[in-house]
Nanobody
Framework: QVHLVESGGGLVQAGGSLRLSCAAS????????MGWFRQAPGKEREKIAA????????YYADSVKGRFTISRGNAKNTVYLQMNSLKPEDTAVYYC??????????????WGQGTQVTVSS
């Protein structure tokens, strides 16, 4: 059974940093893109960052470009999101996802349960 488990969320003041981690298990993810989506209250889920299977291609939403950095672990079954210069509008539930074409699309085959990130002003 496939599991994606996020960690690292929490409460932080504006301007601060958090690092989210996602550990995937249950199959080989070396050929999958992985990424992060978020959903704020009353808003649709949006893709904010994604990375290709070999780490060579990344995608960032305009809202996080220059502040967030996505990376993959050497084993290819972990993905991280370093979030700097956090803003109150970054407050959301953050979801880890995996999909073969996740960099180019929003189609994910697997999802994590989500981790809450709250940025106070």
């Amino acid at each position: 059974q496939v599991h994606l488990v996020e960690s690292g969320g929490g409460l932080v003041q504006a301007g601060g940093s958090l690092r989210l981690s996602c550990a995937a298990s249950g199959r080989t993810f070396s050929s999958y893109g992985m990424g992060w989506f978020r959903q704020a209250p009353g808003k649709e889920r949006e893709k904010i960052a994604a990375i290709s299977w070999n780490g060579g291609i990344t995608y960032y939403a305009d809202s996080v470009k220059g502040r967030f950095t996505i990376s993959r672990g050497n084993a290819k079954n972990t993905v991280y999101l370093q979030m700097n210069s956090l803003k109150p509008e970054d407050t959301a539930v953050y979801y880890c996802a995996a999909g073969v074409q996740l960099v180019a699309t929003t189609t994910a085959a697997y999802w994590g349960q989500g981790t809450q990130v709250t940025v106070s002003s």
